[in-house]
């Protein structure tokens, strides 16, 4: 029997970038009510660490889109590139007999904070993204500690990725025309502004 290999972006509708944002944002929403949390979305990395360094105290999830790599060639006009995802979360620990106990420890009612990292991770890698435009499931690239210039935050980086398809390029009748390029004027042709004495 031969197999045949599907495309996994079978009758493609690509869905707008803002949904690469807005729906993990959705999906979070009820687990960041659940644990406390506040959940924003941030530009850049720079503008997320920056608020996570100057923030209050409290649980924070900041998502902040990532590149857009392309994955190969287009094949028949269909250009798949992998969208990338990373969500900083972050919680100024309570004092505690033993350093950063509230990490792995339950404390003020709160479970340990790696187990809520854990839950937001594990959220966004069971979500759903629409089919036939991602690949549907957002990939763990990995956690790391954040790091702002040079020094250690109380916050953890979770990076995702996921395949997607664009729209398909304009055809040649629907291209935009460009307007013929215009000459310069030399500059050196043009007499020097006149100047009071």
């Known amino acids: 029997m031969e197999l045949q290999w599907r495309c996994p972006f079978h009758a493609v ?7 690469f944002i807005r729906i993990p944002m959705e999906a979070l929403a009820p687990v960041c009510a659940t644990i406390g949390a506040r959940i924003f979305v941030s530009t850049n990395m720079r503008a997320a660490l920056e608020g996570l360094f100057d923030s209050p105290a409290g649980f924070l999830v900041i998502l902040v889109p990532g590149d857009e790599t392309p994955q190969g060639d287009p094949i028949d006009d269909l250009q798949v590139v992998s969208a990338g995802l990373s969500i900083l979360v972050s919680h ?40 036939g435009s991602t690949g549907v499931r957002w990939r763990y690239m990995g956690r790391r ?38 000459p310069f004027d030399d500059l050196e042709d043009d007499p020097p502004p006149e100047t009071e004495p």
């Open 13 to 19: 509708t690509p869905i707008p970038p803002s949904d």
């Open 145 to 182: 500690a954040v790091d702002f210039d040079g020094i250690l935050s109380p916050a953890f980086r979770l990076d995702f990725e996921i395949d997607a398809a664009l729209p398909p390029a304009l055809a040649d009748a629907d291209a935009v025309e460009l307007a013929p390029p215009q």
């Open 92 to 131: 100024r620990l309570p004092p505690t007999a033993q350093p950063s106990q509230g990490l792995y420890e339950s404390v003020a009612g709160l479970p340990p904070f790696i187990d809520l990292i854990a839950q937001i991770r594990d959220t966004v890698r069971a979500m759903a993204m629409p089919e």
